[in-house]
């Protein structure tokens, strides 16, 4: 038997991973879920049709959207993840013990129930007492918060599902809201490779720029994502990605890695040449 | 209603079969399935294209229904609790015209409200018919017409013994309903017949807790706009007749002015979505309602915005409301509706139905997802946070009442001369102007141009209003009669 999963990068382009069994497959109220084991990826999870989740490499994704802004911001108490299901971000944010709580919100209980099913080591992230689920649209959510985060990781991945209200202007406005003064936003930033992606790439990146005072971009290799390629969005009202790192104060944590070091950290804000002509375009576009 | 004749789609089947025969096209529209248009096919899809075909044997013809056009028009019927029904191919603004001209003769007199669509006026410059206001009040918390209050109808009726017809807003664009019922006993008393005009009203023929339709109140005629809240292709609508109306008059009337082409197209969205309604309707329209209801309470916790529901309800001017409406009272955080408009459309990629001078109305359908809403409500608060201003008063002069000089027939077909508007001052209207959307009459031909109206005009133009209707595109010049 020979059974692919293909992901349709563009109507062109398609990455595909032999799958060794189909776990589970089920609509919930927001989408299609859907758990393959196999051979290459371990087992992953796609939700209308696009992978977001392998564990063979959801250890890059949790560690840039944790490690970079925690190793900037100074005093970190209160966490927002919108989106997040799987648990990895929770995972990866509980390794540190200044953090006071973490909110999880992800209206899709399915998708919740279904990590919890079938990745018990990444999901482990919800058990912690600091950890609390809430069940509500993101964009209600935070229409509710004013002045109450030091940090939020829009954890949802794609501008074109039920996630689409995620990539607005009102969000980022939402979430400059609902940041302390000293607040950082990281987001799913898509990838600028192909041009149908592009377009959506710039419009992140001009709301963003226009709703914080400092906006920049990292990347990572993920190789689940379209062309390898993924970026990630740091926007914040106070604190610089490179001007407030502190990386021997990151080092002294002594947390085990094995995406992010401190040297990545500076790396990954230094962006090719196409990637870097595009964010200036879109700042300086009126 | 019979459910299991419901079941089926006349026009809808007889199109499936042609596809299926391969017909080869020796007749008309010349792009024969596509081939004679690439661009076009490539755009909208051979499936669409493919099946944009003229009147034959099979498909029956518009003009004289025998076959599926006529089954699928007794469906119709039956579906909206009508005597007949009448597939419309050019928008409402036909199946109004359609049901004036039903009624009126030159120099009849019907009785409206103001705040009426402009093509009943148009209906009236084609026939010569004389209009006769009924006022309606003005909300003044929120700046809209209401309805029309039974006394004032009546005190009406009493002056115009003799006018041939009341027409009945049924909902108006924000959603406020007349008591209808009483207005056709009043209507029927004096030998008059009831028009109403559905053009925001497809669903409440398929809703509990939504006001009474024409047709269940016992109305002449009704124009249903099924490409709103219906589901149907724009441009596509129906005309409903009640039991003491001839069909066959009807007919003649509507094909004075209709299309030998009539597009199927259109045809069989009306099809499918009558089939649609009929059997789903009850089931999709109240999810319409609590989404609009979700909505609502959303926006008025954010607190600066008045979403307003069935609390206006005051058994009188507005006797009843159509909660699947969103309008919303924006000028307590210091905006225009228009400028909440625009700043939704150009800020936050969204585009609602209409902003006025105080209010912004987001129409929900069947269409709509609960995430959608999730956006407006978020944006709406952003925009709130971003662009609250001092609050402003709200200039009251909408709806002031016309002075009617010449009837409009006689006002339009005049010798006019085109003047700046504030010249025109104490002249008699040519031609009309309005707000679009919503297509409501500011000035109509026939009626005195007053100061008062002048300085509306330019305020809506300064507000961003969109004004339309005169030979000027710019509408700062206005035709008069000489």
Known sequence: MDIWYSQMDTDNVKTSIRIDKQLFSEHSDYQRIDVF????????????????????????????????????????K??????????????????????????????????????????????KGFDDDRVNIINMDGLRYLRRCKDKYDLIINDSTDPFGHTEGLFTKEFYGNCYHALHDDGIMVYQHGSPFYDEDEAAFRAMHRKAFRSFPISRVYQASIPTCPAGYWMFGFASKKYHPLKDFNPDKWNARNIKTWYYTTHLHLGAFMLPKYVEDILNEEENRG | MDLIAQRNAPIFEAMQELRKRRVVPFDVPGHKR?????????????????????????????GHPISVIHDSEVLMADAFGAKSAFLMVN???????????????????????????????????????????????????????????????????DAHPNAKAI?????????????????????????????????????????????????????????????KSGGSL???????????????????????????????????????????LALHGQESFQKVSNMAEYARSEINDIGGYYAYGRELIDGDSVYDFD??????????????????????????????????????????????????????????????????????ELYCGD???????????????????????????????????????????????????????????????????DLQGTMDPECREICVIK
């Not at chain 2, 027409?167 to 008059?192: D, K, Q, W």
């Not at chain 2, 006689?410 to 085109?418: D, I, R």
């Open chain 2, 34 to 62: 596509g081939r004679g248009n690439p661009e076009l096919l490539e755009f909208l899809g051979e499936k669409c294209v493919g099946v944009d075909v003229n009147s034959m044997k099979m498909l029956d013809n518009l």
């Open chain 1, 78 to 123: 209160d966490v927002l993840i919108i989106g997040g299901g799987d648990g990895g971000v929770a995972k990866t944010l509980i390794q540190y013990p200044e953090i006071e709580s973490i909110d999880v919100v992800e209206p899709d209980e399915m998708f919740i129930e279904v990590s919890k099913k079938f990745f018990p080591e990444t999901a």
């Open chain 2, 399 to 465: 709806f002031i009442t016309p002075d009617l000089v010449l009837n409009p027939k006689q006002a339009f077909y005049s010798e006019k001369v085109q003047l700046p508007l504030k010249e025109a001052i104490g002249k008699v209207a040519g031609e009309i102007v309005m707000c679009y959307p919503p297509g409501i009459p500011i000035l109509t031909p026939g009626e005195l141009v007053t100061e008062e109206i002048v300085e509306y005009i330019e305020y809506s133009r300064e507000k961003g209003c």
């Open chain 2, 91 to 157: 928008g409402t603004t036909s199946a109004v015209q359609a049901m004036v001209l039903s009624v009126i003769k030159e120099g009849d007199e019907i009785l409206l409200p103001r705040n009426v669509h402009k093509s009943v006026i148009n209906a009236l410059v084609l026939c010569g018919g004389i209009p006769v206001y009924v006022p309606v009040d003005v909300n003044s918390r929120i700046g809209i017409a209401t309805g029309m209050k039974v006394s004032e109808v009546k005190r009406i009726m």
């Open chain 1, 37 to 76: 084991q196999s051979k290459e990826f371990g087992k992953m999870i796609a939700l209308d049709g696009e992978i977001i989740f392998s564990e063979a490499d959801e250890f890059i994704y949790n560690e840039m959207v944790v490690h970079v802004p925690m190793a900037v911001h100074k005093h970190v």
């Open chain 2, 323 to 392: 909660v699947t409406k969103l309008s919303i009272y924006t000028r307590d955080i210091g905006l225009t509706g228009i400028e909440v408009y625009d700043l939704l459309r150009d800020e936050y990629d969204i585009q609602i139905e209409f902003g006025d001078l105080g209010n912004i109305l987001a129409y929900i359908s069947i269409g709509d997802r609960i995430r959608d809403i999730e956006r407006l409500v978020g944006a709406l608060e952003d925009i709130k946070r971003l662009y609250e201003n001092e609050k402003k």
């Open chain 2, 167 to 227: 027409f009945v807003n049924n909902p108006t664009y924000y959603g406020i309903a007349s008591n209808l019922r009483e207005i056709v006993r009043l209507g029927h008393e004096r030998g008059m017949k009831v028009l109403v005009d559905e053009a925001h009203g497809t669903h409440l023929y398929f809703g509990d807790q939504l006001p009474i339709s024409g047709m269940a109140a016992g109305a002449d005629l009704a124009a249903i706009s099924m490409h």
């Open chain 2, 234 to 276: 724009t441009q596509s609508s129906v005309l409903l007749a009640g039991e003491n109306m001839a069909p066959e008059y009807i007919r003649q009337i509507i094909n004075l002015s209709q299309t030998t082409s009539a597009s199927y197209l259109l045809m069989v969205s009306l099809d499918i979505s009558r089939r649609n």
